[in-house]
């Protein structure tokens, strides 16, 4: 029911899929939200996204109208073996268990349904609004052509390459480069159907998962089977040494890549034109993602971007959404004040969206193992079925009803601690650490130009201060 609230005015700073679930989630509480992109027109890039029932289950409640958007239902994962195919789990995801579907759609296709649907709502959606210059306290901000924009809060959706982060938290910040990069293929459905070895693919939808040395392939339809969505997920240091987050991939380089993997493999990769290459980097940490007013808030890729290993980094948002909107609530409800409504956004979604990056970083070691005696431990524990020592996140029935389960407008269901081992624990933590051992890793994060880059973005935004010049805003780049 809209407006148990005193209505605020919200800016709202990022038109991605974080700053539109806000403004959805807000919007549709009473309040007024204007959004504001640096971008000169709207869009996503990248490919198909996986919409877990944590994030489906709010999107739905919102007034989301998901049978306007092409879609598919996953109903099962299934992890192979890299060489021959064979399966090394399958888990059921079936959505009934959680109450709320799982879709598997197209990045653009959601995107464009969430901003139908708030700009429906009468919120402003600004393209071209370059922010120069962020006065949280006095909660107003300047664009680059000139206009301002206050609020009662304001809303820093602004992604991994965030401008609003290093000013709020008042530190330098330095995304980190996983060392991993994502190829994102599309191949149109038909050209599976005409090869029955593929066809599968496209008749019983699930997520596949093929698990070999130093990469994994994700592959899922997508608009019904229209598309089949391909992330290559490869671990290669020299792969994207540039300041590029973004570059070109050949299929030549792909088939080779690929050419003694499972004969499936094979055949998707001759069947995948041009494709793009994403950086993936990741953020440790941060200290608080509210300034000392109360007054300005970080949201999504903006203080929490993750690798897209266990395809949170939109559902996290959508999370982060809803659990703000139930803090502010509280406002007219139980008296709080708006500072007071941050801080306990701020308390309950850091340590949970905090295990789950973790988490993607254990399946950045568990999902790349070359063959070997630690390979073979890792299978044997996946075909052990669902039990807490499974390295798969999923592999385990109590840790998916906490991801899945969870309705993160529910403030106990967010403050919920993850049950049995955390991640780095156990068998999973083990093979990390063998795997970093083998790999003559330092057991740490790899950190590399990325660092320095940071520091350039650093620099760019005290040029904004000192107001001679801008930053460019290059699109989405942590791509969960
Ligand atoms: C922001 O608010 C302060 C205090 O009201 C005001 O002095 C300042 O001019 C405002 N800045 C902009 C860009 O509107
Ligand atoms: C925006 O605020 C700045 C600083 O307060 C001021 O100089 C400028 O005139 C304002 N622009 C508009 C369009 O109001
Ligand atoms: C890593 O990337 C480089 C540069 O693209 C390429 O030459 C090399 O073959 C890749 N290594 C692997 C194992 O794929
Ligand atoms: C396990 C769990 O918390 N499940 C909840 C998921 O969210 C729905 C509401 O949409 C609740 O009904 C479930 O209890």
């Known amino acids: 029911m809209p407006s148990t609230t005193t209505?605020?005015?919200?800016?709202?700073?990022?038109?991605?899929?974080?700053?539109?679930?806000?403004?959805?989630?807000?919007g549709s509480d009473g309040h007024k939200c204007t959004i504001i992109d640096a971008a000169p027109s709207f869009g996503e890039a990248g490919a198909g996204i996986r919409i877990p029932p944590n994030s489906s289950r709010l999107l739905m409640r919102w007034g989301l109208d998901f049978e306007k958007i092409k879609k598919s239902k996953s109903e099962r994962y299934h992890f192979?073996?890299?060489?021959?195919?064979?399966t090394l789990l399958e888990i059921p995801f079936v959505g009934k268990d959680y109450d709320a579907p799982y879709y598997l759609v197209h990045r653009a296709d959601l995107h464009s349904a969430l901003l139908e649907k708030v700009e429906s709502m009468g919120v402003p959606v600004l393209p071209r609004k370059k922010v120069v210059e962020y006065d949280f306290d006095n909660k107003n901000v300047t664009c680059e052509d000139g206009t301002n924009y206050?609020?009662?809060?304001?809303?820093?959706?602004?992604?991994?390459?965030?401008?609003?982060?290093?000013?709020?938290?008042?530190?330098?910040?330095?995304?980190?480069?996983?060392?991993?990069?994502?190829?994102?293929?599309?191949?149109?459905?038909?050209?599976?159907?005409?090869?029955?070895?593929?066809?599968?693919?496209i008749t019983k939808p699930c997520t596949t998962s093929w698990c070999g040395p130093d990469a994994h392939l994700v592959g899922y339809p997508i608009r019904d089977?229209?598309?089949?969505?391909?992330?290559?997920?490869?671990?290669?240091?020299?792969?994207?040494?540039?300041?590029?987050?973004?570059?070109?991939?050949?299929?030549?380089?792909?088939?080779?890549?690929?050419?003694?993997?499972?004969?499936?493999?094979?055949?998707?990769?001759?069947?995948?034109?041009?494709?793009?290459?994403?950086?993936?980097?990741?953020?440790?940490?941060?200290t608080r993602w509210s300034n000392d007013a109360g007054t300005a808030v970080l949201l999504g890729d903006s203080c929490h971007p993750m690798l897209p290993y266990l395809a949170q980094g939109a559902a996290q948002a959508a999370e982060d959404a809803a659990t703000l909107r139930a803090c502010i609530r509280k406002i007219s409800g139980q008296g709080v004040t708006l500072k007071e409504a941050l801080l306990e956004y701020?308390?309950?979604?850091?340590?949970?969206?905090?295990?789950?990056?973790?988490?993607?970083?254990?399946?950045?070691?568990i999902l790349h193992i070359p063959d070997s005696s630690l390979q073979r431990r890792r299978d044997a524990a996946m075909a052990g079925g669902d039990h807490e020592d499974s390295p798969v996140f999923w592999g385990w029935r109590e840790r998916r009803l906490w991801l899945f389960g969870c309705d993160a407008e529910n403030?106990?269901?967010?403050?919920?601690?993850?049950?049995g081992k955390g991640p780095g624990e156990g068998l999973a933590g083990e093979v990390v650490e063998e795997a970093e051992a083998e790999k003559g890793g330092d057991g740490g994060w790899v950190v590399r130009n990325v660092q320095e880059k940071a520091g350039e973005?650093?620099?760019?935004?005290?040029?904004?201060?000192?107001?001679?010049?801008?930053?460019?805003?290059e699109g989405p780049y942590s791509a969960a």
């Open 411 to 419: 403030l106990e269901s967010v403050a919920k601690p993850l049950p």
């Open 150 to 201: 206050s609020a009662d809060l304001l809303i820093c959706a602004d992604g991994i390459k965030s401008i609003a982060r290093p000013l709020l938290t008042g530190k330098e910040d330095n995304p980190r480069d996983t060392g991993d990069v994502a190829y994102r293929i599309l191949i149109p459905g038909e050209k599976l159907l005409a090869d029955p070895e593929l066809s599968e693919l």
């Open 346 to 365: 701020e308390r309950l979604r850091k340590p949970r969206v905090t295990t789950v990056t973790k988490f993607t970083r254990t399946h950045q070691h």
């Open 457 to 473: 973005v650093v620099q760019g935004v005290k040029e904004v201060l000192g107001l001679n010049g801008g930053m460019e805003k």
């Open 80 to 86: 192979l073996r890299w060489d021959d195919g064979n």
């Open 225 to 286: 089977g229209e598309l089949y969505n391909i992330v290559v997920c490869a671990t290669n240091l020299s792969e994207l040494p540039g300041e590029e987050w973004i570059v070109k991939g050949s299929n030549e380089e792909l088939c080779a890549r690929f050419a003694s993997w499972d004969t499936k493999v094979q055949k998707l990769c001759k069947l995948s034109e041009g494709f793009l290459k994403w950086r993936l980097g990741d953020l440790q940490e941060l």
């Open 7 to 26: 209505p605020l005015n919200i800016l709202i700073i990022g038109a991605g899929l974080g700053g539109l679930s806000t403004a959805l989630a807000l």
